[in-house]
């Protein structure tokens, strides 16, 4: 799998404290063991290849820092349950993430990422099991003091 993403350099205690609270319904933390900085994923592409990958990702050449706040958890209901961070719409991010996505032939990507589908997100907790679920999305239910993040690297990962 192959991806690009945005994320900050900053030490993120408000997102990491967050990941810690929601991580306890995980059988095992999901987001600490990654042992990646915040991020949103802007394209997921299993079978893309590196000189593809990285002619995509010249699309964020240039690009000014995002700043982005993030005010409230949502979740995608799947199995497991994935908790994540909402931001607040920025226009420049949404045009980023299409520039980058006209460079990239549709067959090769995550569907769930492609501007028609894709919603920017900053996940909390990816793996949590069907036991867990009421107990995370009262979690999720529950306010935290916003707080923004500057995401200021793009990254091109496998």
């Not at 982005?68 to 199995?79: A, K, N, P, V, Y």
């Amino acid at each position: 799998m192959f991806g690009i993403t945005l994320r900050t350099q900053d030490p993120a205690k408000p997102f990491w404290a967050l990941v810690d609270k929601a991580s306890a319904f995980e059988t095992a933390p999901s987001i600490s063991a990654l042992g990646y900085f915040p991020h949103i994923t802007l394209a997921r592409c299993p079978a893309i290849g590196t000189s593809r990958l990285a002619a995509a990702a010249e699309a964020l050449v240039g690009e000014r820092a995002f700043a982005l706040t993030f005010e409230r958890i949502e979740f995608f209901d799947g199995e497991p349950l994935v908790l994540w961070l909402k931001p607040s719409p920025d226009r420049r991010l949404i045009e980023a993430h299409a520039r980058l996505h006209a460079r990239v032939d549709p067959a090769l990507s995550d569907p769930h990422y492609l501007p028609e589908h894709w919603r920017p997100h900053l996940t909390i907790a990816m793996a949590i099991p069907a036991p867990q679920r009421d107990a995370a999305l009262d979690f999720a239910r529950r306010p935290f003091t916003p707080f923004t993040l500057t995401l200021d690297v793009a990254d091109c990962l496998s």
